[in-house]
T-cell receptor, first 115, second 114 residues
């Protein structure tokens, strides 16, 4: 059974204190791994897609990396506006030879950055 | 502006009273999907649609129906809502079946069934 586990469940940082969020997965036929940001009461907002081990993507203070078993979302010198829930999702093909995929989400990490 | 629009944003209803949550996207996306989000359980897929008139079950389809008569619309129907369907619902769309393309999510519908 496909599983996506995010840790920690919650993380509280001081402004400027860098850290990392983890997403470990067991998926057969992984096509890609997605990171989303979700603010309270809003829909998830796309951040990154990673496809192969060793790949890295960056956006402002965020950097996502991927290995064969897990992904990390590194947050460098965070600001209070980075406070949100960060969701990881794995993508796999659901029909052989077709173009249909499924996203399976982790439960998220709630990040709070204090000023 | 590219967006996925859900209505209503908030809904309180009684057990057994049929309801429909609408979802519309303006990006000409082929793929649309419904998720529910519950504390401690994360986002779980209810139904998805690969194109007009093509729908299939996700992980938690029981108690829900969908239809895809037009490319832009993908309504979620609860024929006889029950309290265990109280949840936060999200509609999402992407250019193809999430095959490397990002998914756009609506703002969510918070449903309470009493």
């Amino acid at each position: 059974e496909d599983q996506v586990t995010q840790s920690p469940e919650a993380l509280r940082l001081q402004e400027g204190e860098s850290s990392s969020l983890n997403c470990s997965y067991t998926v057969s036929g992984l096509r890609g791994l997605f990171w989303y940001r979700q603010d309270p009461g809003k829909g998830p907002e796309f951040l990154f897609t990673l496809y192969s081990a060793g790949e890295e993507k960056e956006k402002e203070r965020l950097k996502a990396t991927l290995t064969k078993k897990e992904s990390f979302l590194h947050i460098t010198a965070p600001k209070p506006e980075d406070s949100a829930t960060y969701l990881c999702a794995v993508q796999k093909r659901i029909n052989s030879g077709g173009s249909n995929y499924k996203l399976t989400f982790g439960k998220g990490t709630l990040l709070t950055v204090n000023p | 502006e590219a967006q996925v629009t859900q209505n209503p944003r908030y809904l309180i209803t009684v057990t057994g009273k049929k309801l429909t949550v609408t979802c519309s996207q303006n990006m000409n996306h082929e793929y649309m999907s419904w998720y529910r989000q519950d504390p401690g359980l994360g986002l779980r897929q209810i139904y998805y649609s690969m194109n007009v008139e093509v729908t299939d079950k996700g992980d938690v389809p029981e108690g829900y129906k969908v239809s895809r008569k037009e490319k832009r619309n993908f309504p979620l129907i609860l024929e006889s809502p029950s309290p265990n369907q109280t949840s936060l619902y999200f509609c999402a769309s992407s250019l193809r079946g999430f095959g490397g393309t990002e998914a756009f999510f609506g703002q969510g519908t918070r449903l309470t069934v009493v």
